[in-house]
């Protein structure tokens, strides 16, 4: 089998980028390890930028997320001497956040692309990648138990962060940038009807986080250590605990039927540079932030939209300037997308660690944003998204 561009991982990076190539008559083959059923029932984050939402409507992928999504016009970060109530558009140029599951974003770009009759395999494993120093790599995968060949001009490695094509690079290529949190997240989905705005909260005991997906459904978070288990939060435990840290807007909270639990690690990633020869990394492949902010979706976006119109001039023209600059170009958002997360979970976390100087600049640090419009004007212009990086 031949196709133009092999695109490894069905995750939001693969898809968009399967759906971007197609509008622009590239060919390509997407390879998923997992089966649709898995892919779509994975819960991720839901909050999307005004330039994801834009991309969706572009691509014509819109309909559901036009009636389903609520739109985030406000974010609220509660703390010990109050509230902080950010409005924003009046913040970020008329810009909101929308809410919208990434799994439903998965099942809307996977829908499309069947509907197109455009190759998408499912339980195709990726075990290798050669040649990809030359211009003719091949990727071999598993697909029934038969062993298969994939070859093509260019790889792209979609595949998360725990796939195989960073590997595929050789070590001394890439400089790894990490920083591991000591903790994590606890996050739940419950029946029942979210409080009203998205609110982040810094507690003596641990940062809450209180979102949704739709109107009677809530996502909610503590802090817990990195490596808790579930198990140990049965519900009347956890509702007790994201109470007490909501203080005075525990009052708003409404229990309900708890129906999936899990941990999500606090950590950053940075792999550099996100291309080696015709291998090109995107999403979390090549990158990951603290969830602290809900930015992993959206930056595999951005990284797919550079890479779609880098790979449109190469197949129309044979040049590869843009190629080229695909790395850089990603890596600049990237890395103002790893500072904010990181400003964010420094703001909003208990750290057991910290000195009496570093907790009382934390709190400093919120009394001047409480106090300051542009202190919450840049807290909004990232939430709402950067613009894309200039290429
Ligand atoms: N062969 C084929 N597919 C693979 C392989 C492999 N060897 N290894 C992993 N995959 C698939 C995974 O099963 C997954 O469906 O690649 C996909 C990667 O998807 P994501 O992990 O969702 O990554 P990405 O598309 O970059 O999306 C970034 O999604 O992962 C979240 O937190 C992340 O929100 C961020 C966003
Ligand atoms: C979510 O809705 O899952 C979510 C919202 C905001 C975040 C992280 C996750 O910062």
């Not at 985030?72 to 009046?90: A, E, S, V, W």
């Not at 490695?157 to 940038?177: E, K, M, N, Q, V």
């Not at 600059?325 to 997308?337: E, G, I």
């Amino acid at each position: 089998m031949r196709t133009q561009v092999a695109i490894v991982g069905a995750g939001p990076a693969g898809l968009f980028l399967a759906h971007l190539l197609f509008r622009e008559g590239i060919d390509c083959v997407v390879l998923e390890a997992r089966s649709r059923a898995h892919i779509e029932g994975r819960v991720r984050a839901g909050v999307l930028e005004q330039g994801t939402v834009d991309l969706m409507h572009e691509l014509g992928l819109a309909e559901r997320m036009r009636r389903e999504c609520m739109i985030d016009n406000t974010l609220d970060i509660r703390f010990r001497d109050g509230l902080i109530h950010l409005d924003l558009p009046g913040l970020a140029g008329g810009k909101c956040a929308t809410i919208y599951g990434q799994q439903e974003v998965v099942k809307d770009l996977v829908a499309a692309r069947l509907a197109d009759g455009a190759p998408l395999a499912f339980d195709a494993e990726v075990i290798g990648l050669d040649a990809i120093e030359s211009a003719t790599p091949t990727v071999r995968y598993r697909q029934n138990g038969d062993a298969k060949t994939l070859a093509c001009d260019i790889v792209a490695g979609c595949d998360g962060f725990h796939g195989i094509c960073r590997d595929a690079i050789p070590s001394g290529a890439l400089t790894i940038y990490d920083r591991i949190f000591p903790f994590g997240w606890l996050g739940i989905l419950s029946e029942s009807p979210p409080i009203r705005e998205m609110t982040y909260v810094n507690h003596t005991r641990g940062f809450a986080l209180c979102s949704r997906r739709s109107p009677r459904i809530s996502r909610l978070y503590v802090q817990v250590a990195a490596d808790e288990s579930p198990d140990r939060w049965p519900d009347e435990r956890f509702w007790d605990e994201l109470r007490t840290r909501l203080g005075e807007g525990g009052g708003e909270l409404v229990t309900g039927r708890i129906f999936q639990k899990g941990v999500t690690p606090v950590r950053s990633f940075v792999a550099a540079p996100m291309r080696h020869g015709r291998l090109f990394l995107a999403g979390d492949a090549a990158h990951i932030v603290p969830p602290t902010g809900a930015k992993g979706l959206n930056l595999a976006v951005a990284d797919v939209r550079v890479l779609a119109r880098a790979l449109a001039e190469f197949f129309r023209t044979g040049k590869s300037a843009r190629l080229e600059r695909y790395s850089d170009t990603c890596l600049k958002r990237v890395w103002k997308t790893v500072r904010y997360s990181t400003y964010m979970t420094n703001l909003l976390h208990r750290f057991e660690q910290a000195t009496p100087f570093e907790r009382q600049l934390q709190q400093a640090e919120l009394a001047y944003v409480a106090g300051s419009r542009t202190g919450q004007a840049m807290i909004a212009e990232n939430y709402v998204g950067l613009p894309f990086e200039e290429e």
